[in-house]
């Protein structure tokens, strides 16, 4: 498997503009996250999703922040206008099923800066 | 308010000796603790999990302890190798029972040194 697949890698845009990251999980998963992490918050969850339902969204910082999931293979995390405190790196992650125990998976991440 | 603590400080020990990590949390019932493994420009990766019952886990040279009471959980590293060098995160649902949602601490970096 693929593994989860995350585009683009890196992203530098400046202030203002519209940013859209993206997210394949893998395949069968039924479960998506996405991550914001920083060294002075850490990883910290932003949405999750299951069965491409927004089941909890309270970590989207601010209504500039928008997450879909238009069908089980693909998801995006858009900003809209960006900041630069919107700097991090962005991570999707998917699970194979909802049980509390199952764990997660992880992309490669999305560094973005805002200039 | 709720919170994850895990020494902010790198860890620097010898290679072959056990590396020790600690994760202490307040204002949490969790159902599970996870430890994820993650290297620098990559997501982590998950290696262990116990629940509230079990009081320790295994996994070749990976040992996981849980104290509910203390509210803490040690992570061990036997023989360490340079290869073990990452940054390591502990993670616990706030929700009990409730779905996947995990909080992750911000994590522990540590280095084997050959």
């Known amino acids: 498997d693929a593994g989860v697949i995350q585009s683009p890698r890196h992203e530098v845009t400046e202030m203002g503009q519209e940013v859209t990251l993206r997210c394949k999980p893998i395949s069968g998963h039924n479960s998506l996250f996405w991550y914001r992490q920083t060294m002075m918050r850490g990883l910290e969850l932003l949405i999750y999703f299951n069965n491409n339902v927004p089941i909890d969204d309270s970590g989207m910082p601010e209504d500039r922040f928008s997450a879909k999931m238009p069908n089980a293979s693909f998801s995006t995390l858009k900003i809209q206008p960006s900041e630069p405190r919107d700097s991090a790196v962005y991570f999707c992650?998917?699970?194979?099923?909802?049980?509390?125990?199952?764990?997660?998976?992880f992309g490669p991440g999305t560094r973005l800066t805002v200039l | 308010s709720q919170k994850i603590e895990q020494n902010s400080e790198a860890l620097n020990i010898q290679e072959g000796k056990t590396a020790t990590l600690t994760c202490n949390y307040t204002n949490y019932s969790p159902a599970y603790l996870q430890w994820y493994r993650q290297d620098p420009g990559r997501g982590p990766v998950f290696l262990l999990l116990i629940r509230e019952n079990e009081k320790e886990k295994r996994k070749e040279r990976l040992k996981v302890t849980f104290d509910t009471t203390l509210k803490q959980s040690l992570f061990h590293i036997t023989a360490s190798q340079p290869a073990d060098s990452a940054t390591y995160l502990c993670?616990?649902?706030?929700?009990?029972?409730?779905?996947?949602?995990?909080?992750f601490g911000t994590g522990t970096k540590l280095q084997v040194i050959p």
């Open positions: 993670a616990l649902d706030p929700t009990k029972g409730g779905y996947q949602k995990v909080t």
């Open positions: 992650a998917s699970s194979p099923r909802t049980s509390a125990f199952d764990t997660q998976y």
